[in-house]
C-alpha cells in the first residue's frame, strides 16, 4: 500500500511563530490534501491541491503540491491557540478507489501563549 | 443534517460481542467512505459506497467487519466478535461525487473493547 512520512511528529512553538510541515509519499498522488483534527472530532478539511506546482492558501495556511507528485508542505503563519491539533496530510491516488485517501500519521501542534 | 453524523459517540463491548455503528451522510452525498483511526494514528481505509454499491472493501481487516448502505443513504459497520484489537475510532466520511476527494468526516464512534 502507499506509504506517507509526515513530519515534524509534534511541534512545541510559540503563539507567532510560523509552523512548516511536510509530507513524503513512496509512489504519485494526483491529490493532497490537508486536515486538521480537534480532540473527539473528525478531521476537518484545510486545504486541497490537484496539481503539481500548486500553491494555496487558506487565511493563514498555504499548502503546495511538490513537482515530484510525491510531497506536499504545509505552512501556518502568525500562529495563534486554537491552532492546536493534529495536522494530517492526505493523498489521493487516481489508480485507487475514487476518493480513497491515505492519510499520514499526523504531526500534533502545541502552540504557548 | 448539516454534516455527517455518527453513533454512537462512544461504545464499550464485551469481547466476543457484536457491534453496530450508525452514519448519516450529508444528504445528497453520492459516495461513503469508512475509515478506522488507531490511537496516534492517522485513519485507515476500510470500505467505500458509491449509493448503495460497496465498490471497494479491500481495507476491511477480517470477515468480522461488514458494511452495508442499503438505500444508498444512512451506512451501518457491524463488527462481529469484536476482539481487543477492533478498539480504535470509526469514522465515517461523505462527499458529493464520484471523485470524492474533498470528503466531510464524521466525529467519529470511539469504540473500545474490554
Known amino acids: 500500500g502507499q506509504q506517507l512520512n509526515q513530519s515534524p511528529q509534534s511541534m512545541f512553538i510559540q503563539e507567532g511563530e510560523d509552523v512548516s510541515m511536510n509530507c513524503t509519499s513512496s509512489s504519485i498522488f494526483n491529490t493532497w490534501l490537508w486536515y486538521k483534527q480537534d480532540p473527539g472530532e473528525g478531521p476537518v478539511l484545510l486545504i486541497a491541491?490537484?496539481?503539481?506546482?500548486e500553491l494555496t492558501s487558506n487565511g493563514r495556511l498555504t499548502a503546495q503540491f511538490g513537482i515530484t507528485r510525491k510531497d506536499s508542505f504545509l505552512n501556518i503563519s502568525a500562529s495563534i491557540p486554537s491552532d492546536v491539533g493534529i495536522y494530517f496530510c492526505a493523498g489521493h491516488d487516481r489508480g485507487s478507489t475514487l476518493g480513497r485517501l491515505y492519510f499520514g500519521r499526523g504531526t500534533q501542534l502545541t502552540v504557548w501563549p | 443534517g448539516a454534516g455527517v453524523s455518527q453513533s454512537p459517540r462512544y461504545k464499550v463491548a464485551k469481547r466476543g460481542q457484536d457491534v453496530a455503528l450508525r452514519c448519516d451522510p450529508i444528504s445528497g452525498h453520492v459516495s461513503l467512505f469508512w475509515y478506522q483511526q488507531a490511537l496516534g494514528q492517522g485513519p485507515e481505509f476500510l470500505t467505500y459506497f458509491q449509493n448503495e454499491a460497496q465498490l471497494d472493501k479491500s481495507g476491511l481487516p477480517s470477515d468480522r467487519f461488514f458494511a452495508e448502505r442499503p438505500e444508498g443513504s444512512v451506512s451501518t459497520l457491524k463488527i462481529q466478535r469484536t476482539q481487543q484489537e477492533d478498539s480504535a475510532v470509526y469514522l465515517c466520511?461523505?462527499?458529493?461525487?464520484?471523485?470524492?476527494?474533498?470528503?466531510?468526516f464524521g466525529q467519529g464512534t470511539r469504540l473500545t473493547v474490554v
Open positions: 466520511a461523505s462527499s458529493l461525487g464520484t471523485g470524492g476527494t474533498e470528503a466531510f
Open positions: 491541491l490537484y496539481k503539481a506546482g
